[in-house]
Structures are given as C-alpha cells and as structure tokens.
C-alpha cells in the first residue's frame, strides 16, 4: 500500500478545474504510451464537478476519445434514463459532447436492463464485463485502469461501499449489489476494494467543509471497514485531491507544505 499523496487547492472550483487538467494530461500520456487509455468515472458532486471542469476546457480536445475506455465506480440501481443514474449525469455533463467509441463506454447495468431488477445479477453481470476486458497484463479479473477516481462521501464512503455494510468487507468478487444504501438510492451496484485496488492510480476527490472529518478520519490511520476510503488505494499512486475546507481538520503532519 502507498502512501497517500495530498494536493490541497483553494476551493471546489479549483479542485476540479485542476483535477480535470490533471487528467487530460494522464488520459494523453496513457495513450501516447499504449494507444489507448481507461479511467473510472465517479458520481457526486465532486465526481460531476471534474466532468463539468473537463467539458468546459479545451484542451480536452487533445485526447483522442475514441481510445477511451471508460467504467464506472459505482451506480444507482434505477431505470435506463433515470437523472439520478451517475451514467446519466456523466452523460449530460460530457460524455454526449465528446467522440466517444460507444463499444469502449461500460455504463453499469441499469434496474430495467438485462438483469432486470437483480442488483446482484447485475453486478455479476459487471463483474463477468470486467473480466471480459481484463488481458494476461492485467493484474486479475479486472481490467488496469489508468486512474480510478472515487467521490467521498461525508461518511467517509466510497463507490457504494459504505461503512461496516457488507460490500466494504469482499475480499474476493470484484462487483457487488449494494442494499440498504445510507444515501439515496438505497439499492446500488459497486466496485469493490479489490477491483479498486487494481487500478494503478487511485484518485480520491474531497471539496467542501461537508467532507472534511471524512478526509481526516480516513487520512488518520481509520480501518477500511469503519471508513471506506481509507482502503482505497491505487497500485503505483493513491492522490487525495482536496479544497482547502475539505482538507482544514487534518492533522498538521498530513498537510502538504504548498498548501494554501
Ligand atoms: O453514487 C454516488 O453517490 C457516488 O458514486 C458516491 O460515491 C459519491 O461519489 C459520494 O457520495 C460523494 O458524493 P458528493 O461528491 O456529492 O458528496
């Protein structure tokens, strides 16, 4: 396990007006590297912040979003269309005004899909998805993401993984149903830890004052099953991206030294 890195900016704005230059430039490295790249796209406000601040830059038109291969954290199990769906909110924020390849974008299966009204079968049915994209490079069922961004919630939650609910606890499938959600929608599909953890960077957004006993419970050493996000945790990078309100009750030592 890294430890985590903090970047701590002046306000929400700025966070995901920096976070989204942050990952224009990391979606182009990967694909001048590799020809392709693949991120996990996150719900929220934080989540739907990045995309808004990406949509609204241009420089997003340097990367080719044709070679984009994109999934989701985590998902409201609820009807195909449906404003509350994270898909739904990526979609009108960005994803329908970029040149995306339709057959690399992984939206989670919707409560009137395939599955119908299983959030377990759909999971599976992710899970089975994941697995499908996942090479003899990669590292298990489950696809190297390039970067892995996860909201978190006052609760210190991340995905649909809330604390000491069940899905925070699997150790082995890499997709789960979620039922009795604290935060509306109660019935969620959601990554879990591990599948988490096979990304190489894992990006954790954190602006507003709402987060910030979450940010330092979480940074202060908390196990994962009493605070989710402190087990989230990239391969090669864990990166706390934080405003400065989400970021006022950390222990000084945690503090970065460029802090505002
Ligand atoms: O489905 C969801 O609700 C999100 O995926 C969830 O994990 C979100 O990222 C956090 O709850 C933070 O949300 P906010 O940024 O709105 O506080």
Redesign the pocket.
């Known amino acids: 396990m890294n430890t985590p890195q903090l970047v701590v900016h002046r306000d929400k704005e700025l966070m995901a007006q920096a976070a989204a230059a942050r990952l224009i430039t990391k979606i182009v490295d990967a694909q001048a590297t590799r020809g392709h790249a693949s991120v996990v796209l ?6 739907n912040g990045l995309l808004a601040a990406l949509a609204a830059t241009p420089a997003r038109d340097a990367i080719d979003w044709s070679r984009l291969d994109l999934w989701w ?2 998902e ?1 199990f609820l009807p195909e269309g449906d404003p509350e769906r ?1 898909v739904t909110q990526a979609r009108e924020t960005l994803l329908d005004s970029v040149a995306l390849d339709p057959s690399r974008v992984h939206a989670m299966p919707a409560s009137d899909g395939p599955y119908g009204d299983d959030a377990d079968a759909a999971a599976a049915g992710y899970a089975a998805e994941l697995a499908a994209a996942s090479g003899p490079e990669n590292h298990g069922p489950v696809p190297t993401f390039d970067v892995l961004m ?4 006052p609760d210190t ?4 993984l809330f604390p000491e609910l069940p899905a925070v606890r699997e150790t082995e499938r890499t997709v789960v149903g979620v039922h009795g959600a604290p ?1 509306p929608p109660p019935t ?1 599909v959601s990554l879990t830890l591990p599948a988490i953890r096979a990304a190489r960077e894992v990006w954790l ?1 954190a602006a507003g004052e709402d987060k910030a006993e979450a940010a330092a419970i979480a940074l202060s050493g908390a196990g994962e099953i009493q605070a989710p996000a402190a087990g989230a945790y990239g391969r090669s990078r864990t990166l706390w991206l934080l405003d400065a309100a989400a970021a006022s009750q950390l222990p000084r030592a945690l503090y970065p030294p460029a802090s505002p």
């Open positions: 996150t719900g929220g406000r934080n989540g954290g985590d409201r994270n996860l909201g978190v919630g939650h991340v995905a649909s935060k969620r957004l």
